[in-house]
């Protein structure tokens, strides 16, 4: 990775001003949503061509629904998301932040993604608020699965049954309807009051209470930059916010090459 010093003068302003923020701060707190893996071909659930404009999150994503008709979810995994997350890679982004974790920069990656990208890049203290779906388990005898398991079940009948005690297996991932993870959520709120920079990277930041962290950070006394596609409705309190992709930006004003 090169140092700042030695990097071209960028002619862009806002990735001076996100590389001066980045060079001042001394704990850094990442915070991402679906915009990030984006660009590892992963849809994002909002704005153009976004999941939930194909699909209805009360059914896909509901635990309510998930109860009554399992069948959706896995019919659902089936055609979309095994193919998407098998196959998806770490953008340079996902990569980059990882980089400036191993550079003891980063204290943590607080994610609402569920697609285990962060961890593929080699980023280690991973605070997954909404679960990963390459982990699923039973919903009666806890038995764990994985990722192309469930595929192999799910090519032979749907929904997928336990292996152990025929329950109904789910994805270890947060649905609508269900608290986020105590532990999970108390360790990102941690990090979020001590950083002195959070860095926000590809959220819409409108679902909660994912979306208090980013808040927190500020009220707590830490910088605050958004670097999303659209605009967000804490722009307006962050000290950046670059509406641009992350790929363009990020990796840059850290001084990442891939
Ligand atoms: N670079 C930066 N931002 C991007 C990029 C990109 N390459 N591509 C898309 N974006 C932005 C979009 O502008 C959008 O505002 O990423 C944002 C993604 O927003 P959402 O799709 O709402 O995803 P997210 O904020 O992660 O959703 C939060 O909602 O459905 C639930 O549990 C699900 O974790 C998810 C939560
Ligand atoms: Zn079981």
Not at 72 to 88: C, G, I, L, P, V
Not at 142 to 152: F, N, P, S, T, W
Request: glycine content about 6%; charged content about 25%; hydrophobic content about 40%.
């Amino acid at each position: 990775m090169k140092n700042s010093e030695d990097l071209i003068e960028n002619t862009d302003p806002s990735i001076n001003s996100l590389k001066k923020l980045v060079d001042e701060a001394d704990r850094i707190v990442i915070f991402t949503g679906a915009g990030i893996s984006a660009e590892s071909g992963i849809a994002t659930y909002r704005g153009a061509g976004g999941l939930w404009t194909k699909y209805d999150p009360e059914k896909y994503a509901s635990i309510e629904y998930f109860r009554k008709d399992p069948t959706y979810y896995w019919n659902f995994f089936k055609e979309e998301r095994h193919a998407m997350m098998a196959q998806a890679e770490p953008s340079v982004t996902h990569r980059a932040v990882a980089e400036l974790e191993k550079q003891g920069r980063v204290s943590a990656v607080i994610t609402q993604n569920i697609d285990n990208l962060h961890i593929k890049a080699g980023s280690k203290r991973v605070l997954e608020l909404h679960g990963n779906t390459t982990r699923f388990y039973c919903c009666d005898c806890r038995a764990q699965y994985g990722l192309d398991e469930v595929k192999r079940l799910a090519d032979q009948e749907v929904p997928v049954y336990c292996q152990k005690c025929q329950g109904i297996v789910r994805p270890d991932v947060v649905l609508f309807g269900e608290m986020l993870p105590a532990n999970v959520i108390d360790e990102a709120l941690r990090e979020a009051k001590i950083c002195d920079l959070m860095i926000v990277i590809g959220s819409s930041l409108v679902v909660y209470p994912a979306a208090n962290l980013p808040y927190e950070a500020k009220l707590s006394g830490a910088r605050l930059v958004i670097i999303n596609i659209d605009a967000t409705p804490l722009d307006s309190v962050a000290d950046l916010a670059i509406h641009s992709s992350a790929g363009e930006v990020f990796p840059q004003a850290v001084g990442y090459e891939s």
